[in-house]
Each structure stands twice: as structure tokens, then as C-alpha cells.
């Protein structure tokens, strides 16, 4: 199931979509914990969406590159890079094309948003992190965040809470939920409705396939491509993991020298 058309058309909502003034007050303390234990000042953002992490570590000083399969979620990201005055370079790029098209050498890479699951099979995952180690520097901070999916796939939990934005535009309702695969995977929907003013709802259903990680086939599988120290948290305020409770898998982990 192709990932780029529902994130090409989340891109000129996914805005709405998140709550980032409350989001990035949220995370970036933790996030920026992590980068000053590795010195880092060059940070590739993968996955990157409409760029909001990667514009507001650029602001902070950090050297900033962001990444995403999605052409539209890259233009909204560079257009968002213009109205706030920020520099950051985007490129369009997916897992596998980071190190050729984004560059490497990066003291730190970020993999947020539960991005890390669309890579699907065992070749595309591995290609996914033996391509984050070859973006990093030996001694790179590499940070995934990702659903907790030990509690998901136990709980059979197929639905995410509603997200909605009411603006000039009209009004937002964002509604997600999962499918349960005979093969394990997962389909995740995204039912979008909106209603513009004096008119009536309209709705637009897209869906992507994901991996369900689990905490124990990631770490092994980030040890396999070269990540050493590697450490789970539960929650961006750096949490223990919980399997049964936390909502999030956060993994550090440090790119082992050659």
C-alpha cells in the first residue's frame, strides 16, 4: 500500500492536524537533551513532514536538513520555512536515500511521529536504519519515536483519539484508526472531514500500511545495523518504558564507530 498518497494529501492540512505551539513545547526540551549529549550542531530531520521540528531546531542555532518521501509534505515545509525566516534545507527523500540525497556526517538524526513504521518489510527496515548509520557520524545521536505497539497489538487498540481545528477556513475533524492484517501488519486510516463555511461536510478517506514494531525487534535490529546504547523511554520527557502503558516508544541510540 503506497505511503506518499496520504501523505500528499494530509500535507496541506497536516497543520491543522497537529497542535504544534503545544507540541513542540512538549518535546523539544527532550529532544535537545538528547542532541547536547551528543555535541550535535548538524541535525537531519527524516520524515520530516511539513518541517516544524526541523524549523524550530534551526531557529535554536542548530544546522538543520529535513527529509520526506512526500513532495507535498516538502513544499509545505519550505513554505513554512519562508513565512517564519528560518533556514533549513529540504529535500524530498525516503528511507534508503538519506545518506545520497541529504547528506551525511550528521551528528544527530531524528525519526519522530511514528514514521519509522511505514518501513514494512525486514529488508526495508534494515535498509532504513543501515541508511540512518550511513547519514551519522561515528558517535551520531540517532532518536526514533514511534507508537508503543507491544500495548497496541496486546489491546488490539484500533482507535486514536480525534483531532479537530476550527479556523477561517471552516472546521477539521481528523479521525484515525488501524485495520488488523492476517499478516500482521497494519492499515492506518485517516478519515478527513471538513466543512467550510455556509457549506456542507466533505470527507476524504486515505490509508498507509505499517510494521507494528515492538520494542524488542527494534532494538535488535538497531544493535544489527551499528547502534550501540541503545535506550527506551516511554513518553518525549524521557519516561521509563512501559510495554502495557506507555503511549510512545522513544529509542536513543549512538552509531557505533567503524
Known sequence: MPIT?????????????VNWPARLAHELPFIEAQLRAANARRVLDAACGTGQHALALAARGYEVAGADLSA???????????RAGVEARFVAAG????AAQAGDGFDALLCLGNSLPHA???????????????ALRPGGRLLIQNRNFDAVMARRDRWMEPQSHHGPGGEWLFIRFYDFNPDGTLTFNVLTLH?????????QVEAAALRPLRRAELVSALEAAGFGAVTCYGDMTGAAFDPTTSGNLIVAGVKRAQ
Open 195 to 203: 466543512r467550510a463555511p455556509g457549506a456542507p461536510w466533505t470527507r
Open 72 to 82: 507535498g509534505m516538502i513544499a509545505q515545509a519550505r513554505a513554512n520555512a519562508g
Open 5 to 17: 498518497p496520504l501523505y500528499d494529501a494530509l500535507s496541506a492540512d497536516y497543520d491543522r492536524f
Open 120 to 134: 514494512i518489510t525486514d529488508e526495508a527496515l534494515r535498509a532504513a536504519l543501515h541508511d540512518f548509520a550511513a
Open 95 to 98: 528511507f534508503g536515500e538519506l
